[in-house]
């Protein structure tokens, strides 16, 4: 009897109740997030008053409706993988559930056997217990094989539908650009996704087994000690399992911040890497390194009100849902024993007690460690309510930029001295886009900044096809708004235009874009080889576009157009923009951006593409502050920077005003 105790003390693992003690500790924790806490509670409300309702995240009819969409992306049809995989978890599970119980009556039995000294029955249950070693690992290994599939099918499910709504289009380009209010995509695409769907199936997995075990339990001890016992504990796990709840609801909203700085801290070191040349020439070592340092000890003074937290919290589950359950069992599985008017016990032998209490004892405490489980899973539920608020947000934001909606928060113009902000919803569609080809006209177009700034109130101007039009101005003045206009990034705020298809304009910008990829993806970017193979394009021909901008050397040298190499870093700056003009012959448009995209370029190699565009029919709108490159346009625009711009033949008397 006294090994069993031992035993069962050795094992406590269940529910207890400590409710006053609970909300006293809570009530002082608070009270000491108030007075010390006070900073980094003041930074995130003033760095973030913005998310306020993304940072709502509890366990709640919004959190359950959420996880629901998502789940119907997950799980997209009744007959699935993924669906396949839920089976299989939920079969392993029972079987599992079964192999525990089996093993708690067999166990009782060797132990029986040793202790009655019967080495007949020795053997016969240990044997029994060797040859169901096999199943019971492979029903354990076969459960772990569900989750950890389920867990990827999971995530590849949610990561293709993000990406398909991110990629749809220019939507990447908005949330950046045009929308504000999601920062560091990159972190809730590839992290958060993978944190979520690892918590989902988890939680899965956790609140399962635990429910399994508990209505198995009840019925083998409703059976053994009675229903009192059994009902006892449920309505422990009731009770406590709302006070914990309640107590853990901090932990969801922290979540959401912890992710949130955690994507700031990444951000800063990514730009520095990014920017590493530029940053070097200005020495801005020690301005960076401070930049760094106060976003990262921003992430740390949080991570450390978190540990607090979760150690004030731990402390209260270790009370709650372990140590007092020791009472709890005690109480509940000794009354059948110390009750010698409890008719189950009247004519036991001592030896039938023993066994009796041994086999109740372990099953009260296998039952005891599925009620905490099932509470302490309200832990991660919290948890994953913050993921699941962080995931919903971003969902929420696709789909308003691809219905055309964004929002902005900004300083208004007649508040910006006094630094108050104002959210100003961007709603595109009181301009009109009309797709004619070879024709760009713009009627009556507001040139105005994601901002509101306006820099032109009303553009007009009519470019066909063959002629070639030369933009200039100061910084500032309007000329890249107006390609982006063009280009369908920045919404149309009023007027009419009339442009080709995106697919026949081509913006060549100052520093190209060189992708991953073969020395072959250089020039036919976006275009894959298959679709080089399905336009009838030859390697030859993409050699004679390399030898147009005298490139052909590089093929030369790297021996072939399949290898692959760090473009950005093998090509220097000329061979960079020279390798983008030989992108555009590649792609033909009707009409192409350039944007000081010669500047690294000699002037003889200049005047031969600017010939060659001219010879295979590609129209251009050129901003270059070259004098040399007037003679290869018939129109300039030039914008003054005050809201002013003329349109006009360019003659003599121009090309002497450009210069």
Same mark, same amino acid.
């Given at each position: 009897m006294?090994?069993?105790s031992?035993?069962?003390t050795?094992?406590?693992?269940?529910?207890?109740?400590?409710? !006053?003690f609970?909300?006293?500790?809570?009530?002082?924790?608070?009270?000491?997030?108030?007075s010390?806490g006070?900073?980094?509670?003041?930074? *995130?409300?003033a760095?973030?008053?913005? =998310?306020?309702?993304?940072?709502?995240?509890?366990?709640d009819?919004? $959190?359950?409706s959420?996880?629901?969409r998502?789940?119907k992306?997950?799980?997209?049809r009744? +007959?699935c993988?993924?669906?396949g995989?839920?089976?299989?978890?939920?079969?392993?599970l029972v079987a599992?559930t079964?192999?525990?119980?089996w093993?708690?009556q067999n166990g009782t039995m060797?132990?029986?056997?040793?202790i009655? @000294?019967t080495?007949?029955d020795?053997?016969k249950y240990?044997?029994n217990?060797?040859?169901?070693m096999?199943?019971?690992?492979?029903?354990?290994n $076969?459960?772990k !094989?569900g989750?950890?599939e389920?867990k990827?099918?999971?995530?590849v499910? !949610?990561?293709?539908h993000?990406?398909?709504?991110y990629?749809k289009?220019y939507?990447?380009?908005?949330m950046g650009n045009?929308d504000?209010r999601?920062a560091n995509?990159?972190q809730?695409?590839?992290?958060?996704?993978?944190?979520?769907?690892n918590?989902? +199936?988890?939680l899965?997995?956790?609140?399962?087994?635990?429910?399994l075990d508990?209505g198995?339990?009840?019925?083998?001890?409703?059976?053994?000690?009675?229903a009192?016992?059994?009902? #006892?504990?449920?309505?422990y796990l009731?009770f406590s399992g709302?006070?914990?709840?309640r107590l853990r609801?901090?932990?969801?909203k922290?979540t959401v911040a912890?992710?949130?700085?955690?994507g700031?801290?990444?951000y800063v070191?990514?730009?520095?890497?990014?920017?590493?040349?530029?940053?070097?020439?200005?020495n801005g070592?020690a301005?960076?390194k401070?930049t760094i340092?106060a976003t990262?000890?921003?992430?740390v003074?949080?991570?450390?009100?978190f540990i607090?937290f979760r150690?004030?919290?731990?402390?209260?589950?270790s009370i709650?849902?372990?140590y *007092?359950a020791?009472? +709890?069992?005690?109480?509940v599985?000794?009354?059948p024993f110390?009750n010698?008017?409890?008719p189950?016990h009247?004519?036991s032998?001592?030896?039938?007690?023993l066994e &009796?209490?041994?086999?109740?004892g372990?099953m009260?405490l296998?039952?005891?460690?599925?009620l905490?489980?099932?509470?302490l899973a309200g832990?991660?539920m919290?948890?994953?309510?913050?993921?699941t608020?962080?995931?919903?947000e971003? /969902?929420? +934001?696709?789909n308003?930029l691809?219905?055309g909606?964004y929002? @902005?928060?900004?300083v208004?113009q007649? &508040?910006?001295?006094?630094?108050? #902000?104002e959210k100003?919803?961007?709603?595109p569609g009181?301009?009109?886009?009309i797709n004619?080809d070879?024709?760009i006209?713009? =009627?009556?177009?507001?040139?105005?900044?994601p901002?509101?700034d306006?820099?032109?109130?009303? !553009?007009s101007f009519e470019?066909?096809?063959g002629?070639?039009?030369?933009?200039?101005?100061p910084n500032?003045?309007g000329?890249? #708004?107006l390609? @982006?206009v063009?280009g369908?990034l920045?919404p149309?705020f009023?007027g009419?235009?009339?442009?080709p298809?995106?697919?026949k304009?081509?913006y060549?910008p100052?520093r190209p874009? /060189?992708?991953?990829g073969?020395?072959?993806d250089q020039?036919i970017?976006?275009?894959t080889?298959? =679709?080089q193979k399905?336009?009838?394009?030859? &390697?030859?021909v993409?050699?004679e576009?390399l030898?147009?901008v005298?490139?052909g050397?590089?093929?030369?040298?790297?021996?072939?157009?399949?290898i692959v190499q760090d473009?950005m =870093?093998v090509?220097?700056?000329?061979?960079?923009q020279r390798?983008?003009?030989a992108?555009?012959?590649y792609?033909?448009?009707?009409f192409a951006?350039l944007?000081?995209?010669?500047?690294a370029?000699?002037?003889?190699?200049e &005047?031969y593409?600017?010939?060659?565009c001219?010879k295979?029919?590609?129209s251009l709108f050129?901003?270059?502050?070259?004098?040399?490159?007037w003679?290869h346009?018939?129109?300039?625009?030039?914008?003054d920077g005050?809201g002013n711009?003329d349109f006009?033949v360019i003659t003599?008397?121009?090309?002497? $005003?450009?210069?």
């Amino acid at each position: 009897m006294a090994a069993v105790s031992k035993y069962l003390t050795a094992k406590n693992s269940s529910i207890a109740s400590a409710v !006053l003690f609970a909300l006293y500790l809570l009530k002082r924790r608070r009270n000491a997030n108030k007075s010390s806490g006070k900073r980094g509670s003041s930074e *995130l409300a003033a760095n973030h008053d913005k =998310d306020g309702k993304k940072e709502k995240a509890a366990v709640d009819w919004v $959190f359950f409706s959420r996880i629901y969409r998502i789940l119907k992306i997950m799980v997209p049809r009744t +007959v699935c993988k993924e669906s396949g995989y839920l089976l299989l978890i939920a079969v392993m599970l029972v079987a599992r559930t079964y192999c525990d119980v089996w093993m708690i009556q067999n166990g009782t039995m060797i132990e029986s056997a040793i202790i009655g @000294r019967t080495t007949k029955d020795f053997k016969k249950y240990l044997f029994n217990f060797i040859t169901a070693m096999p199943l019971i690992s492979l029903v354990n290994n $076969f459960l772990k !094989l569900g989750l950890n599939e389920l867990k990827l099918r999971f995530r590849v499910r !949610l990561t293709k539908h993000l990406y398909d709504e991110y990629l749809k289009g220019y939507t990447y380009y908005k949330m950046g650009n045009l929308d504000n209010r999601i920062a560091n995509a990159d972190q809730l695409l590839t992290q958060d996704v993978e944190r979520f769907c690892n918590s989902v +199936v988890d939680l899965y997995s956790n609140l399962s087994k635990p429910l399994l075990d508990i209505g198995l339990y009840i019925y083998k001890l409703t059976s053994a000690i009675g229903a009192q016992g059994p009902a #006892s504990m449920m309505a422990y796990l009731i009770f406590s399992g709302l006070i914990l709840t309640r107590l853990r609801r901090p932990i969801g909203k922290m979540t959401v911040a912890e992710q949130r700085y955690e994507g700031e801290y990444r951000y800063v070191n990514s730009r520095l890497i990014t920017n590493s040349e530029e940053i070097a020439f200005y020495n801005g070592n020690a301005r960076e390194k401070q930049t760094i340092h106060a976003t990262f000890y921003k992430l740390v003074d949080h991570l450390h009100n978190f540990i607090i937290f979760r150690f004030s919290m731990g402390f209260v589950d270790s009370i709650i849902a372990k140590y *007092l359950a020791t009472v +709890v069992g005690y109480l509940v599985v000794s009354r059948p024993f110390l009750n010698h008017s409890h008719p189950r016990h009247q004519t036991s032998s001592h030896s039938e007690l023993l066994e &009796d209490y041994y086999q109740s004892g372990r099953m009260l405490l296998r039952m005891s460690q599925a009620l905490g489980r099932i509470v302490l899973a309200g832990r991660e539920m919290t948890r994953l309510a913050g993921f699941t608020a962080r995931i919903t947000e971003l /969902m929420k +934001v696709l789909n308003e930029l691809n219905s055309g909606r964004y929002e @902005r928060t900004m300083v208004s113009q007649h &508040d910006r001295e006094s630094e108050t #902000s104002e959210k100003i919803t961007l709603v595109p569609g009181s301009g009109q886009i009309i797709n004619t080809d070879r024709l760009i006209k713009f =009627d009556r177009v507001p040139l105005a900044t994601p901002n509101g700034d306006i820099l032109i109130k009303n !553009l007009s101007f009519e470019v066909k096809s063959g002629t070639n039009v030369l933009i200039c101005g100061p910084n500032g003045c309007g000329k890249s #708004s107006l390609f @982006r206009v063009l280009g369908e990034l920045w919404p149309l705020f009023g007027g009419h235009l009339t442009k080709p298809d995106r697919g026949k304009l081509f913006y060549v910008p100052q520093r190209p874009y /060189m992708t991953l990829g073969t020395l072959r993806d250089q020039v036919i970017y976006p275009d894959t080889w298959e =679709d080089q193979k399905r336009k009838g394009i030859a &390697d030859k021909v993409l050699k004679e576009y390399l030898d147009n901008v005298q490139l052909g050397h590089i093929l030369d040298r790297e021996g072939s157009w399949d290898i692959v190499q760090d473009w950005m =870093d093998v090509l220097s700056g000329g061979e960079k923009q020279r390798m983008a003009m030989a992108r555009l012959f590649y792609h033909k448009p009707q009409f192409a951006i350039l944007d000081e995209c010669t500047s690294a370029v000699s002037v003889d190699v200049e &005047d031969y593409i600017y010939s060659h565009c001219r010879k295979v029919g590609i129209s251009l709108f050129t901003v270059s502050h070259r004098k040399s490159l007037w003679k290869h346009h018939e129109y300039y625009l030039h914008m003054d920077g005050r809201g002013n711009y003329d349109f006009k033949v360019i003659t003599a008397e121009t090309v002497e $005003f450009g210069s």
